[in-house]
């Protein structure tokens, strides 16, 4: 079985709606949300910096869920 070591995002200020980052020994990159923290994506270093990159660059602002 293999443990983990996750990391909180700097920018999440409360307990809940938190992500989590966890480097994994094949390389990979495992990601989790503290509101479900059994539902693990797994993605590799160069595929989330690609979507990292994305977000700053405001690619997924349509996306984003808008108060009515």
Known sequence: MVVYRWQKSSYCTQ??????VAAAPDGGVRIRESDEPD?????????????????????????????S
Do not use: H, M, Q, S
């Open 15 to 20: 307990a809940a709606n938190c992500v989590y």
């Open 39 to 67: 539902a693990i994506l797994t993605t590799t270093p160069d595929r989330l910096r690609v979507f990292l990159l994305g977000v700053k660059e405001g690619a997924f602002d349509d996306l984003a869920i808008r108060p």
